[in-house]
C-alpha cells in the first residue's frame, strides 16, 4: 500500500490544521493508520492511529482532546484535526499503515508503510 500525508503548513498557536493521508490500493480497511511526528533532532514519536475494523482510535497524551483522527474507508483517507497548535507541536507528520489489531499501536514497529512526512510549523 501507498500512503501520501498532505495538509502541513504554518499556523499561529491556538490554530488548526487538517492533515490527510490517501491511501492506495483496495485493502484500505484491512489497514490500521497511525500518525507520527518528528521534530527536528527529536525522535519520532506516536501522534494518534485508528484501528482497521472496529476503528477504535487512541491518542498520545500530549494531544489528547486536541487532535481527532478518523477514517473514510469509501475514500480509502484518514484525516488527522488538529485544533489548539502549540509551538511544540512544530514537526514533520507521517502517516502509517499496518495490519495490527493491537489496541494501543503505539510502537512505530506495528507498521509495514510509510508515507513522505508532511511539515507543520506552529508559530508562537
Known amino acids: 500500500v501507498q500512503l501520501q500525508a498532505s495538509g502541513g503548513g504554518l499556523v499561529q498557536a491556538g490554530g488548526s490544521l487538517r492533515l490527510s493521508c490517501a491511501t492506495s490500493g483496495r485493502t484500505f480497511t484491512s489497514y490500521t493508520i497511525g500518525w507520527f511526528r518528528q521534530a527536528p533532532g527529536k525522535e519520532r514519536e506516536f501522534v494518534a492511529t485508528v484501528r482497521r475494523g472496529d476503528g477504535v482510535s487512541v491518542y498520545a497524551d500530549s494531544v489528547q482532546g486536541r487532535f481527532t483522527i478518523s477514517r473514510d474507508n469509501a475514500k480509502n483517507t484518514v484525516n488527522l484535526q488538529m485544533n489548539s497548535l502549540k509551538p511544540e507541536d512544530t514537526a514533520a507528520y507521517y502517516c502509517?499503515?499496518?495490519?495490527?489489531?493491537?489496541?494501543?499501536?503505539?510502537?512505530?514497529?506495528?507498521?509495514?508503510?510509510w508515507g513522505q512526512g508532511t511539515l507543520v510549523t506552529v508559530s508562537s
Open positions: 502509517a499503515a499496518g495490519r495490527t489489531i493491537v489496541t494501543t499501536a503505539r510502537n512505530p514497529r506495528y507498521y509495514d508503510y
